[in-house]
């Protein structure tokens, strides 16, 4: 069961201490309270989890600071929308602001390889005005002979060119609980320059050791992606564990599916279900066409596979989206073959900038739902 107060309740609000009370008077019932960031306002949420069954709605509904009492299903506790009886969760994070109405384009190398390629890729975002970027520091390959990342060794210098070039948040992978305490003490060191988003997944996505230690800790937002062999509600589960941990600053996302229906795709393109996780959940939604599509090919038009895929992603309406530059793909250490070059990338921006544009004059022509 979920209380969401009236927005204007604060943290410390008297009538706040006495819904929890009531709230742990029931036998079995403890309280987690949230603070979700909507779209147009901020709310304060307060969970009650263990057996919910018996504990009615009434009593929480006569406060006058009581918005309204929304019993959740058992699906996605956490993360879910209970059928659009809750406002999607937005957060804050390095100034920049992350919601299902929001679109922030994350281009960036798969793996960190020189410091001359990380400079070459930030220096090229700060010109077009990018203030997020990927940077893959920890990589788990298929094979135990292939290149595995510079691995913390190269934190401090990727963090040190970040903050000069106006990088504020860098979605990086990680592998092992422990790379987030490297992470962590490097961005310390370097006077907080810039910001990380842990990505979790593809391959990790059912590592619930992993998801349980980034979502007990809720200083580093966390980007999950979705298994690439696993149902959509497999992963949305997974996901769960992040939430449940207490960390609910999570973008959910979608990768392609690995499957030979796909080919000659390397993973077959799954951005229809962007509206759907949309519906099913609170969180912002990310695409990742690179690892999608997975090469520069390119249709009779000239337009590359994956310029159109990420169309596909933002006229749905993702929230971000996560693509592969590099500078010289050729020497890229890894997923050179799907890497755009630095010359591409005004055009991408620009291309994403349109089909935005499009998406959402199409939203001002649909009626929203009452809700
Ligand atoms: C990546 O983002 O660098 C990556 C390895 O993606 P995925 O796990 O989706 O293949
Ligand atoms: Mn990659």
Redesign the pocket.
């Known amino acids: 069961m979920i209380i969401v107060m009236k927005a204007d309740t604060q943290p410390d609000s008297p009538a706040l201490a006495r819904v929890i009370a009531m709230a742990e008077g029931y036998p079995g019932i403890t309280t987690q309270v949230h603070r979700i960031e909507g779209a147009t306002r901020s709310v304060t949420e307060v969970y009650l989890l263990g057996p919910t069954g018996v504990v009615p709605t009434e009593p929480f509904e006569e406060f006058a600071e009581v918005e309204r009492v929304v019993r959740v299903t058992e699906k996605f506790r956490s993360i879910g929308s209970h059928g659009g009886g809750l406002e999607a969760v937005g957060f804050e994070y390095q100034g920049v602001h992350f919601s299902q109405e929001t679109l922030h384009v994350f281009p960036g190398l798969?793996a960190v390889d020189t410091r001359e390629h990380v400079e070459v890729m930030f220096r090229a975002l700060q010109e077009y005005g990018v203030e997020t970027s990927r940077a893959?520091a920890y990589?788990?390959r298929t094979s135990p002979y292939d290149f595995q990342g510079l691995e913390a060794e190269c934190l401090p210098w990727v963090f040190e060119l970040a903050g000069k070039y106006g990088v504020k948040v860098i979605a990086m992978?990680i592998t092992h609980e422990k790379h987030v305490e490297e992470i962590r003490s490097a961005l310390e060191a370097s006077g907080h320059a810039t910001g990380v988003m842990l990505?979790i997944?593809?391959?990790n996505a059912q590592n619930f050791e992993l998801l349980k230690v980034v979502g007990q800790q809720t200083e580093l937002p966390v980007l999950f992606?979705r298994g690439m062999g696993i149902t959509l509600e497999e992963s949305l589960n997974a996901c769960e564990y992040v939430a449940s941990g207490g960390n609910r600053r999570i973008v959910f996302a979608l990768?392609g599916m690995k499957t030979q229906l796909g080919d000659p795709h390397r993973n077959f393109v799954d951005f229809a279900h962007v509206p759907v996780v949309k519906r099913l959940t609170r969180l912002p939604i990310c695409v990742?066409p690179s690892?999608s599509v997975g090469s520069r090919a390119r249709g009779p038009s000239g337009m590359l596979d994956i310029f159109h895929a990420t169309a596909q992603g933002v006229i749905a309406g993702a929230n971000m989206v996560?693509v592969d530059f590099h500078p010289a793909p050729d020497k890229a250490l890894c997923d050179g073959p799907q890497a755009l070059l630095m010359d591409e990338l005004p055009l991408f921006l620009e291309d994403v900038s349109i089909v935005r544009q499009a998406y959402e004059e199409r939203l001002k022509r649909i009626a929203r739902p009452e809700g």
């Open positions: 798969c893959g990589k788990p992978e990505q997944g593809t391959r992606k990768r990742d690892h996560l």
